[in-house]
């Protein structure tokens, strides 16, 4: 069989030698270009505190690429032998750069360990590229000298003392943090060695199978966790500081990225390893589990779960966006301001999500029609609010009467337990949802109205489609004051408050009526609708400089007086008649004659 495996060979290679040759050249030029990979990476990020993880992880993607390169090569240009002898030279360096970072991680310090598993990982692949030659010209090498089973033997033996060694060795390394994995390997390392061991008799025996198909998937998966690691300490390092910095702004931004970066992580992670580690055969187990199995709507196991990762994967996209959005807009405003995309992007997101998600789960239009009809007219009526919510959510925002960001007033009470007892309300619009519109007013009380009052009520925008709104402010001054002098102090004081009130149009002043006992005038002044939170505190420290000017300038503020002749009304009756009407008196008839 020997002399007739190097017959056949030998005649090949007189045959297609050429493209032996440069099958070789092509694999000498890979084990160079990795070899001085290595160099760079050793120089440059030695010292680096992850390098073992980005060293394990970087090769292992360039090994699997030169792995699919040679297969590809192969096939291409039909040639046996030196792309065997390379393909496996790929999974000798695989199980090279895997078993250095597991003794790394585990703190195995044992050299000799490590060079006794790499010489059995060494015999190993000699014997598999035999095997692989060997098929290649329909010869039964393998099986006429059980060099499989004497392969799988000795790959066995160097697994199970790994195993041992990472079991016992991580136990004891795993920080007291996390207590239940390291309970775990401490009370269980030697039933894993005895799964490890069964599976491998298993696999000696042709009962399990494992391929070099199932080696490159697990090699790919765990750079994949790999990755996922990194990637979520990395988010984390730089998502911390960020909500920190703008706290209450994006509270959840960490959770919501989180989670799309795990979905993400994990569909890849299916896209890849699908065929390699055959997941497409746990797949088909899954669909065939129905939950719901009708003529009309089937709903499996695996539908279920894709498509509630499909949803939750694109609404946690939708807030981040959302996010995104409000921070550019804060870079460019200063503030964080909502924005009238977010609402677009919310609505249809949701209704996006909805559809593709029903879509994945096997309920389309053609089932939900005739369900809603078969809820009958009680449900009609009751979806009847909803749906008109739904809708004149749409209308609002290809409407725009209203927007988010928009200063309104609505004839609602609000804030009774914080003291404010109004009839009316001035807030701003932070989000236009699916069923209701978010108001948020002056008090930080968030108010969720029914978007169909946005569409039936008339609704007072104090931003609908300029940012200019006049306040006044009414003052009240006494019959003796100079009203000159009155005018020019209000007109000064405005000028105190200029990044609050525009200078055009101009502040006026308007001698506006003459009352019984005082003289009403109108401070007015227009100002941007956007700093409506300020109006009240502004109203205030205008009010405040007033009352110092005018005592400062001699200006009284008029009091309410009654001048009462005790001639003509007696004092008792007087009293009497106060008193029926809650009034406090302190008078003595000797005061009331004074």
Known sequence: MIEVFINKVSQYFYENWQNEI???VLGIFLIVWFYFYKNFLKK??????????????????ILVVYYFLIRWWESKFNVKVVPSIYENLVLFFLIYEHTKFLFKIAFITNKRLFKFVMFIAFIN???????DISNKFNLKLGKEYNLMVIFKTLSLIPTSIVVYLLTTNLARRIPKN??????????????????????GFLWIVNIVNLSRELLIGVSLAIIIILFYIFTLYYLNEFLTPFVNKYEGQFQNIKRQVFTVVSIGYLFLSYIILKNLIHIDEIEKILNSIYIVKTDVLQISIFSLFASVFFFNFVINLIFILKALIRYWEFKKTGEFRPTPIEAIIYNFGVLFASIISLSILGITWKVLIPLIGALGIGAGFGLQSIINNYISGFIIIFNKKVKI???????????????FDNDVVIGIVTEIGVINTVVETLDGVEIAIPNSAFVSDNIVNYSYSHNKIRIRIPVKVSYDADIKKVE???????????????????????????????????????????????????????YKRMWEEFKKEGIKVPVYK?????????????????????????????????
């Open 22 to 24: 440069l099958s070789l």
């Open 44 to 61: 440059y990020l030695k010292g680096s505190k992850y390098y073992v993880y980005l060293r394990t992880s970087l090769s292992t993607i």
């Open 125 to 131: 692949i000699v014997i598999l590229a035999t095997i």
């Open 178 to 199: 996390y207590h239940a994995l390291r309970e775990f390997l401490t009370k269980y390392y030697l039933f894993i060695n005895f799964i490890v061991i069964i599976l």
């Open 405 to 419: 960001g928009d200063i309104l007033e609505i004839p609602i009470k609000a804030g009774r337990f914080l003291g």
């Open 488 to 542: 020019k102090i209000l007109l000064d004081i405005t000028q105190e408050f200029k990044g609050l009130i525009l200078s055009f149009p101009k502040p006026q002043v308007w001698f506006f009526e003459v009352k019984d006992y005082y003289i009403l005038f109108y401070l007015l002044f227009w100002m941007n609708s956007k700093h409506w939170r300020q109006i009240r505190l502004l109203r205030s420290n205008i």
């Open 562 to 594: 009654i001048e009462l002749d005790t001639n003509e009304i007696p004092f008792e009756k007087f009293k009497k008649v106060m008193e029926s009407n809650n009034t406090n008196l302190n008078l003595s008839e000797d005061n009331s004659k004074n």
